[in-house]
């Protein structure tokens, strides 16, 4: 699978502040979600896969096409959703979503009628007449997503795309980058503060943290890695069957009397619980697998370095 | 994608060449200009002397015409260099009230709407961008200035024959030659205030500041200094030196040479694009 990134010990440097310190990896995931606190590099990395920085050393690639030396044909696979309000105030919609899409490469009527489809499309149809400097901060989001994705790019790249939006329009959003997502052409790059955007939208997470990776990872299989993490309710004496449970291996930590929370072994299995609550007369009332959530993650990243990058 | 679908597709369609895609920034650009009436009714304004001279081209080869309007032919002006040269200056003069009105709209909108990230996020470059803006005022300019001049000359080599055109074909390049050193140095100047100046007025009134203070300045080093050399900064003298060097063929007396007025104007748009590049940037970044 190709990547759609690749990082070689990508340098960014602003006067002697060092903001990306030799990021490396290559990252194919469809969906990447870029979280870290405020400071960690996320803009700067998606503006240097833009081309707006070069860098100090190193160099990245996207889609295999070198940022320094090919950057036009990265930019022709390109969408880019910026995070800060950025549009022509005394332009109407359809002009300035269809001069996005002519200086994308379609040729003018074709980039009139995308341009159409693509404000009905973000919920702007009614509006696209409408100068946009009279839009809403919501309404002026949709127009940044329209830009971007009026040309059919490969790689979608969205830097805070629910700021300021209200729960309805963050929804409307959400609900559109998932709608691109599932079609399978477009890759996406989503930057945000907001863990459950990138929960929602993406399947893979890159983290950073003073411009370093310090976890990429793929949330469904980082959910799985925590299988043998077990969340019990039981009735009946609880003290035999923990004794039992430990006897097999596994690590038991009771708490209120009937809930046991519980790490099994690779040998162990759900079923020889079952027995063992059998053997001793104990109902299992509730059985959960304790799934590492992404703000779990999140706080473990930022907790301390998990030393390595974990493509 | 079709609107009833409401979904969304990627684009697998025709592009357009990447060489003239900045060709898109001034038809944008044109669309928004000559929506006033008051720049259109301008703009239509700068053909009449290209008019009036095709009419002084056509009767000075017309003997039936002077007879009939009762005009001696030797009261008419004669068509030589001086003739093409004094409507480059008319031309020129009403293009630069054009570029004033038309110059800081360029680039200060995107820079006040933070839209350059927009801009350069597509296939783009800054260069790109940067030619785009100027050669809107380039295209507009060379409507009013050079191609009309230029259809003054051939009209007139068609009137008076092949040989005049042979024997007059210095003024051709001193008209097309002299129109495009002008029309650099304004339009380069105009968007670089558009760049720096984001209240347009403001910027307006600073293309016509550089002119008048540059030519006070420069008059007041010549007089103080005893000097020639303050004319380096008066662009309206350097442009007057190089066009009488292109028509005439000579020198202005008392005045720059003719290489440093060249040389003048040359670093005068170097300074115009250094001010264009260090202000067309996506984003800027604060070091520390």
Redesign the interface.
Known sequence: MQSVIELDNLTIRFGRQTVLKGLKGAFSGRAIGLLGPNGAGKTTLLHTLLGFYPPAAGTGRVFGYDIQREIKKIRHLIGYMPENDSFIADMTGIRFVRMMAELSGLPPSLALERAHETLFYVGLGEARYRKLGTYSLGMKQMAKLAQAIVHGPKLLILDEPTNGLDPPARQRMISLIRDIRATGETALILSSHLLRDVEECCEEVMILKEGEIVVYCNLEEERKANRKFLELEIIGDTQPFVEMAERLGCECAVQGGYRIKMVLPEQVHIRDLYSLAANKQIQIRKLNYKRDSLQDIFLKAMEGNRGSLQA | ???YK???????????S?SL?FL??PR?AY??IFGSRIFLALFLVCFLPPLVAAVFIYLQHNAKALQILQIPINELIPIDAAFFQVFLYIQCSLGFILATLVGPGLVS??L????L?????????RRDYALGKISALLILLSLITWIPLSLLFFFEAKMAGMEWLWKNIRLEIAIVTGAWIWMLVISLLAVALSAWVKWRPIAGALIFGVFIVGGGFGALVNTVLFTNWGSLVNIAAMMDIAWRWLFRGEGTPNSLPVWSAFAGLVGFCGVCLLLLSKKL???E????
């Open positions: 994608m079709a609107v409401h979904s969304y597709q990627a684009y697998t369609g025709p592009l357009t990447t895609r898109t920034l944008y669309q928004r909108p995107d006040t709407n933070n839209a990230p927009l801009y350069l996020s597509r296939p783009l470059t940037k996506a984003y970044v604060v070091r520390s």
